[in-house]
C-alpha cells in the first residue's frame, strides 16, 4: 500500500519511483557519473542512462564532460529538478505523516528496532550465503500468516 500511495503521489509530480530515487541522489551527490550512479543505486548502467535521458529532456539534469576526462560524463542537477525536488520531499513527509498517524513515540522505536532487527537478519543471510536458519532453529515464517 505505501508503495502504491508513493507511486500516485509521483505520478503527481510526473515521474516514475526510480526517477525520484534517483534526483533525490544527485541532489544529495550532485556531478556524479553514470557508473557511480548505477553503484550506488543498485541498477544497471543502461538503466540509469535511460532514466537520465528521460531527466534530461524535461530538464532536470544536465549531462556535461569531466573536464579531466572528456569520455565521462557528470551529471548535474539543474533548477527545475531541484524544485522538483521539493515537492517530492514535501509529498513523502505527508506520506510518512499519514502512514504512522496514531502512533505513539514509544510504538515508533519499537517498530524502528523491529525493522532494524529484520534487517540485520537479511544482511546475515546474505553473509551465510542464503542460509537463514540455524540447526535446530524453528520458528513460523511470515508469509504462513497469509
Known amino acids: 500500500m ?12 510526473g515521474l516514475f519511483r526510480g526517477q525520484g530515487m534517483l ?7 550532485d556531478g556524479l557519473t553514470h557508473s557511480e550512479i548505477a553503484e550506488k543505486l543498485e541498477i544497471s548502467p543502461a538503466a540509469v542512462t535511460k532514466v537520465i535521458k528521460r531527466l534530461e529532456e524535461q530538464n532536470y539534469l544536465k549531462r556535461q564532460s569531466d573536464p579531466k576526462d572528456e569520455r565521462i560524463s557528470r551529471i548535474f542537477m539543474q533548477p527545475e529538478g531541484l524544485q522538483t525536488i521539493e ?13 504512522f ?3 505513539s513515540d514509544e510504538e515508533l522505536e519499537q517498530l524502528h528496532g523491529y525493522l532494524l532487527r529484520i534487517q540485520e537478519n537479511l544482511q546475515a543471510r546474505l553473509v551465510n550465503n542464503g542460509e ?12 504462513r500468516h497469509f
Do not use: S, W
Open 87 to 99: 515537492k517530492i520531499h514535501k509529498n513523502f513527509q505527508q506520506l510518512d505523516e499519514a502512514t
Open 101 to 103: 498517524e496514531g502512533f
Open 2 to 13: 505505501h508503495a502504491r500511495c508513493a507511486d500516485q503521489m509521483m505520478d503527481e509530480v
Open 23 to 29: 534526483l533525490k541522489y544527485l541532489a544529495k551527490f
Open 132 to 143: 537463514i536458519h540455524r540447526p535446530g532453529h524453528r520458528r513460523p515464517g511470515f508469509h
